[in-house]
């Protein structure tokens, strides 16, 4: 039986770690001679308790060194729209990487060439070191997964499993984000399985993976914990069942055991810790709020919440939030219309999707449609969503990140001759 610890963690989160590690077998056991770590955070984006705590990425490293290991690297490939060099210099994450003289890598600023996504019948680019450290000299690297403990409105939960879609690169993680996604992300696991997987759950975050930071005190929930154990699948079980749902409620996991047989029945997992005090639901759908003068017409045929609905809504919500984002324009969504429904469509309009735009394009066309249109052609095409909804809401992109904009311009220039080829929103 895989085993899966669950510890109190919120005032000693590095004697936890190393609790968990010698409940699963002892650090040197886990890393076999390894003296190589790579640790994968998870750090999408600037935004208030949307990334793995620096604290806790802190205590990580802290326990590692204090074991003799001195080849320490931190990986990430934030979200569209931002840069990694740019979250990590926002969230205090690199500061915590220069003060603890671990090597920060920022994938986007990596060539990258492709690998088969297994069970999917796709290719899909991933950085040349991601390639050559978890695949080519897996035997040389210890691979730690340290996500956050987060429910996500595409995915159910954002865990072990979704975290290691930070590996690839982000222009082809907008193909098929739709409901093929979950397939997507077993693929992943399969590839790049973790050697050790620990979950920041000091401070849950419900409704959705990243939300508002003016409703953060909505979203939020103390738990105080760490969890962690070798199998991937395993944890994130025991991480959903933390947040209220079984794997069966959440399609990548259910998939994962269907698929590769991987531990997803709790009577499987060998439990260390008390996970019955945790008996609430937590909501991962997004909050009802939103411009109340944006009319959005969703297909009837199709309308993947993993893909342009959620994606948009996600983006519209925040901005309006967080920004004093206006409304007064339309979003068209998915796929199947009536033209009636059309034809009431007046002002500005965002059209987010390759369905929506082959759908509409021969009304747009044929009825000369003069007010401004704005497209987002992908799936999840993150960056030219916020790039059109900073617009059509009049909020400065600049004024997203917490940092002077001088500042974050300053960090993209140098992120550029680096070589990243982020989607940023400007």
């Known amino acids: ?59 990580a490293i802290k326990v590692l060194q204090s074991r003799g290991i001195s080849d320490i690297c931190v990986v990430e490939n934030c979200t569209q ?5 740019l979250v990590f210099t926002a969230t205090g994450i690199g500061k915590v990487c220069r003060q603890l003289g671990v090597r920060p890598l920022f994938l986007d600023e990596e060539p990258t060439d492709e690998l088969n996504l297994p069970g999917v019948g796709q290719k899909a680019r991933f950085p040349r070191p991601v390639i050559k450290e978890l695949i080519r000299e897996k035997r040389e690297v210890f691979f730690l997964n ?28 907008m193909v098929d984000h739709n409901d093929n996604l979950h397939k997507r992300l077993v693929a992943l696991n399969h590839i790049f399985r973790p050697d050790f997987t620990i979950i920041d759950g000091i401070k849950a975050v419900y409704h959705g993976h990243y939300p508002p930071e003016s409703v953060l ?18 944890v ?30 709790l009577n499987s997992i060998y439990l260390v810790g008390d996970i019955d005090k945790f008996t609430k639901k937590y909501p991962y759908t ?10 959005i017409l969703r297909g009837i045929e ?4 993993e893909g342009c609905r959620l994606n948009t809504e996600a983006v519209l919500q925040y901005l309006y939030l967080d920004h004093g984002g206006r409304g007064g324009f339309n979003i068209v969504m998915g796929k199947g219309f009536h033209i009636e429904d059309l034809n009431k469509i007046s002002g500005p309009v965002f059209v987010a999707g390759k369905c929506a735009i082959e759908d509409t394009a021969f009304y747009f066309e044929k009825n000369n449609y003069r ?7 992908a799936c999840n095409d993150l960056a030219s969503t916020v790039h059109a909804l900073t617009r059509l809401m009049k909020v400065n992109p600049l004024k997203l990140v917490p940092l002077n904009p001088l500042h974050s311009l300053v960090l993209l220039v140098y992120a550029r001759l680096k070589g990243s080829k982020a989607r940023v929103a400007l």
Not at 286 to 295: A, F, I, Q, T
Not at 302 to 305: Q, V
Not at 371 to 377: A, C, D, F, T
């Open 1 to 59: 039986m895989e085993r899966v610890v669950v510890i109190p963690a919120r005032n000693d989160p590095e004697g936890a770690i190393g609790n968990i590690f010698d409940q699963c077998g002892g650090l040197e056991q886990l890393l076999g001679g390894r003296t190589k770590v790579w640790i994968k955070i998870n750090a999408i984006d600037c935004r208030s308790e949307s990334y793995t705590s620096p604290e806790v990425l802190e205590a």
């Open 81 to 85: 729209g931002n840069f990694t060099r």
């Open 146 to 173: 340290l996500p956050r403990l987060k429910t996500h409105c595409m995915t159910v939960v954002t865990l072990g499993i979704k975290n290691l879609f930070g590996l690839m690169d982000q222009r082809d993680r």
């Open 217 to 234: 005190d909505r979203c939020l929930a103390p738990l105080g914990i760490l969890l962690g154990g070798a199998n991937v699948t395993a």
């Open 236 to 265: 994130d079980t025991v991480g959903a069942r933390i947040l209220g749902y079984s794997a069966d409620e959440v399609p990548h996991l259910k998939l994962a055991g269907e698929i590769y047989g991987d531990p997803t029945n």
């Open 286 to 295: 997004l909050l009802p709020e939103r411009p109340p003068d944006v009319k």
């Open 302 to 305: 199709r309308c993947c919440p």
């Open 371 to 377: 007010s401004k249109i704005y497209r987002s052609p």
